[in-house]
Structure formats: structure tokens, C-alpha cells
């Protein structure tokens, strides 16, 4: 069983000093009264430190054996990682926990759908402001008519994305800055913003959590009304996903719905069966962002003796605004696995669309590298997305026309080795004085079950062996 555990521990407030100095002129009542309180205020001040010691004499018998914490950017398959680390080493717990994505799952699906429709939006309004369209690049009535079946599944998508994270506002509408022409559909709004999952929000509902609690009735109900309509608007859906006209749009916009986070629209038929409920599979692909900083401990269900078999592991939000909340757990983590995304060579970072991603990676990871308080935590670094990487060369996107210190050829093994011998050469140049730990480095593709239960077995063995090692040396 894994358990959510709350990132700060509250305490009471503590008194301050205990003495106090006397009034300039004091009688001998206000003398004995002000002694009186000294007495009492060193009472409760040893009464709180007895139960400090208690606390942290509790938390240290039951302090796991190793932490682990998971680094990198935003959308880099740090919580995906959290999840196959579940899924393969407590599998009992993940498996009670699937149904909790169900949501997400189809929320996933409508934002894809409504990606398309922004998209289409997008493409009318070239045509009707003069831009010269080629005919297969314009939008038919067909699609016009699909867009006009669809919109009720704006509210669906509104529905759910409040109820998995209350915080988020549903998307704002979009005013358009001149008037809407007629002809010209729009989908009222921008396609809606990521959901975010804050620290121990949306694991509440897991089974994992120290705060389980099942599904709600209104839950159960909300997801059931989302699947009767995701249902009834499956083949409208297909059917737009399927257009020919559609897919070139995509492609001429160079939007490729297959490598964003969160795809589920070739799985429409089965998520929209009767009887769906989402399989391991699923629940990786599913994507929910996650802010602030989420510690989960995990009881290993099988296959070690009964040692080794807690384990603490924390995910953190990727976003650039927070990491400044992953400092505060650098002292006492066993090791780090950072996640290195090698599919983000050719995209920008959504706070500040002039810095390519891949260059932006290299730049977290030389700060995380070369950071003093991590000089003994073992580092592993996993380069992720291989199965992505691997589709984008071999549709032909050009590594070098993105990274231009790349002089190799356009093969995945030659990027990748690019990518790790330059990683590891940051890890050399910038490691503080005093580290001995090498840094193992893993291929992943984190969505993938099969190859990931290979790898986490491995990164178990070496993080044990390497602690025990550490011990022998201290
Ligand atoms: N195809 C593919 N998708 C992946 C891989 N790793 C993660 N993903 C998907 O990428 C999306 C983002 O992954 P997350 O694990 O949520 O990323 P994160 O690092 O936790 O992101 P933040 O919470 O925003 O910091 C999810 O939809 C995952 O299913 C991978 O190796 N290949
Ligand atoms: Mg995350």
C-alpha cells in the first residue's frame, strides 16, 4: 500500500523565549506573578519539545529506507514515471486505483476533439480575412455541420475539468477582436487551459491516499452523464477525426495531435463501449498536470523480503515558475531520477516561446548538476520519450534545423547519443567537489509498461546497492 503524506508537517506554534526581562519598576505581587509565568511558559516550552522528539522518533521508526525524488521539465513523464513505478511494484494498489482516471481519461479525449475544432476555426478565419487557401486546406460544410453536432461536449469538458480540479476555472470565452463575420465559426473560446492537479488534490480520490476517499455520488454521476455523451457523440467524433480534410489542416497547422500529452482519439470505440474502464495503459497515457510538490510512500507488494520495501517517492510540478519548490527536499532524498524529454527538440517552452525546450533541459539539468546540496544523492537520468523521438526522425523532421550544435546524422542513435554524452559531460564539469557517485543513465519510454518494469527493477537494485555502499564508506 503507498501513502500520501502532506509535504510540510504542521506543529503548533512555539512560545519564544522563556524569560522575561522584569518591568523597570516591579512590585513584589507583579515579581512573584511574572515568575509564576516563566515557570509555566518553560513547562509548555519542554511539554512541546517532548512531543517534537515523540513525533520525529515515530516518523524516523517509520521513515522509509529510501527516497527518491523525480526532477524535470514540465511534461518531461515525471508523474508517469510515479505511475509505473505503481504499477510495478505495488500493482494490487494501482490496479484499485484505475477507476479514479476515468475522468481524466475522457476529459483528455474532449480537449483533443476541441484542439481540432480551435484548429478548424483557425483555418476559416485565414480564408475569410484574404489569405490565399488551397482547396484541400479549406474547411468543407461537412465539418462545419460535425463542429455544430459536437458543441454540446464544450459543456461535458467544462463539467469535468471543475469537478477533477475545483481551482481551475473552466476556459474563459474568447472575445474575438473584431466581430465575429458571418460565415465564420469560431468555438467561442480557446481550446481549455491544462488541468492541473495540486498536491494531494486530485489523489484524495486514490486508493493510495492517506485521505482516500471512494468516488462521490456526484463524481460517479458526473462521469457517468460525460460517458452517456461521449457515447452518443462517438461517430461524430471519429468521423472528424478521420477527415482527410481535417488531417491536412493539422498538418499544414503542424500540429500533431499523436505526440501531445493526453491522446486518446484513436481509442474513441473503446472508451465509448458501455462497459469501458480504463486499462493500466490508459491510466499512463492519461494526463493530468501536477502543481506543488506530491510525496507518496509505497509498500512494496512482491517479489523482496520484507526489507527494502518502503519507499518515499516525491513528484514535483515541472513548470518554470516551480522550480523553486523542489529545493526543500534535496537534503534528504536518497537519489534523484531526472527526466530528460529527447522529443523536445523541435518545440518551444509554453512560458516563453523563444527558448527551444531540449536547450532549456540541458540548462535544468546543469543547475540541478551542479547543485551543492545534491552532492551525495545518487543521480540517474532517464532520456525519455524514445518511442516520440523515433516517430519524429522518421517523419523526417530535421534534428539540426532545431539544434544547430548538432552535427550528426538525422538517426536516432546518433541523437541520442548526442543527447547523453553531452549530459553526461555536463555531470562531470559541474558535479561540486566531493561526489563519487557516477550517474547512470536509462533509455525510457515511459508509457511503456513492458520496457519500464525492466529499467525500475534495475534502478531499485542499483539505488539499494549504491546506499549500502555509501554506508560502508561512511
Ligand atoms: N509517448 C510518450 N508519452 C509519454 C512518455 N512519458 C510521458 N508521456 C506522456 O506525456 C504526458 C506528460 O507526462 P507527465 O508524466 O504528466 O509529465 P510531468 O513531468 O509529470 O509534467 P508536470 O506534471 O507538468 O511537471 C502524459 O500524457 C504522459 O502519458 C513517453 O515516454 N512516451
Ligand atoms: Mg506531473
Not at 476556459?171 to 481549455?192: E, F, K, Q, Y
Not at 532517464?382 to 552535427?407: E, P
Request: aromatic content about 8%; overall charge positive.
Amino acid at each position: 500500500m503507498s501513502v500520501i503524506i502532506q509535504s510540510q508537517p504542521q506543529y503548533p506554534p512555539r512560545p519564544h523565549s522563556v524569560v522575561w526581562p522584569p518591568a523597570p519598576i516591579e512590585t513584589h505581587e507583579q515579581k512573584l506573578r511574572r515568575l509564576a509565568q516563566q515557570r509555566e511558559a518553560f513547562r509548555v516550552s519542554q511539554a512541546i519539545d517532548r512531543e517534537l522528539a515523540q513525533e520525529r522518533a515515530l516518523l524516523a521508526n517509520k521513515a522509509p529506507q529510501f527516497s527518491l525524488l523525480l526532477l524535470g521539465q514540465a511534461e518531461s513523464g515525471k508523474s508517469t514515471t510515479l505511475k509505473a513505478f505503481k504499477s510495478h511494484f505495488t500493482p494490487k494498489a494501482f490496479a484499485s486505483e484505475l477507476d479514479h482516471w476515468t475522468a481524466v481519461i475522457m476529459l483528455n479525449l474532449l480537449r483533443s476533439v476541441h484542439m481540432i475544432l480551435d484548429a478548424m476555426a483557425r483555418q476559416d478565419a485565414l480564408a475569410f480575412h484574404g489569405s490565399e487557401v488551397e482547396p484541400h486546406l479549406t474547411v468543407t460544410t461537412y465539418i462545419r455541420q460535425l463542429r455544430e453536432i459536437l458543441l454540446p461536449l464544450f459543456t461535458v469538458e467544462d463539467t469535468l475539468h471543475l469537478r477533477i480540479c475545483p481551482d481551475n476555472q473552466p476556459a474563459s470565452p474568447t472575445v474575438p477582436s473584431d466581430p465575429t463575420p458571418p460565415g465564420v465559426w469560431t468555438t467561442h473560446r480557446s481550446v481549455s487551459p491544462e488541468v492541473l492537479v495540486h498536491s494531494a488534490q486530485y489523489y484524495k480520490m486514490g486508493p493510495d491516499s492517506a485521505h482516500f476517499q471512494p468516488l462521490t455520488a456526484t463524481m460517479k454521476q458526473v462521469i457517468k452523464e460525460s460517458h452517456a455523451a461521449i457515447r452518443k457523440y462517438a461517430l461524430h467524433m471519429k468521423a472528424l477525426w478521420k477527415n482527410e480534410t481535417v488531417q491536412a489542416i493539422l498538418k499544414a497547422q503542424k500540429i500533431s495531435m499523436r505526440e501531445l500529452s493526453g491522446f486518446f482519439l484513436d481509442d474513441i470505440d473503446r472508451i465509448a463501449a458501455e462497459s469501458y474502464s480504463p486499462s493500466e495503459d490508459d491510466v499512463l497515457k492519461a494526463r493530468l498536470k501536477t502543481h506543488g510538490a506530491m510525496e507518496h510512500r509505497i509498500t512494496i507488494e512482491t517479489g523482496v523480503g520484507s526489507r527494502n520495501k518502503d519507499w518515499l517517492i516525491i513528484d514535483v510540478g515541472g513548470a518554470r515558475k516551480q522550480v523553486s519548490t523542489w529545493a526543500p527536499f534535496f537534503q534528504h532524498v536518497t537519489a534523484i531520477i531526472f527526466l530528460f524529454p529527447l522529443s523536445t527538440f523541435d518545440q518551444q517552452l509554453e512560458e516563453d516561446s523563444k527558448v527551444n525546450r531540449m536547450e532549456d533541459n540541458m540548462a535544468l539539468w546543469r543547475e540541478i548538476c551542479s547543485n551543492t546540496l545534491l552532492t551525495k544523492v545518487q543521480f540517474i537520468l532517464f532520456l525519455n520519450k524514445t518511442d516520440i523521438l523515433k516517430a519524429k526522425i522518421k517523419s523526417g523532421t530535421q534534428v539540426n534545423y532545431h539544434i544547430t550544435t548538432y552535427k550528426g546524422p538525422n538517426e536516432y542513435q546518433e541523437v541520442v547519443k548526442y543527447v547523453r554524452s553531452n549530459c553526461l559531460k555536463i555531470y562531470k564539469d559541474c558535479s561540486p567537489r566531493g561526489r563519487r557517485n557516477p550517474c547512470s543513465v536509462h533509455l525510457t519510454s515511459a508509457i511503456d509498461r513492458k520496457s519500464m518494469s525492466h529499467v525500475l527493477a534495475q534502478v531499485r537494485e542499483h539505488i539499494m546497492n549504491n546506499q549500502l555502499a555509501n554506508t560502508k564508506i561512511l
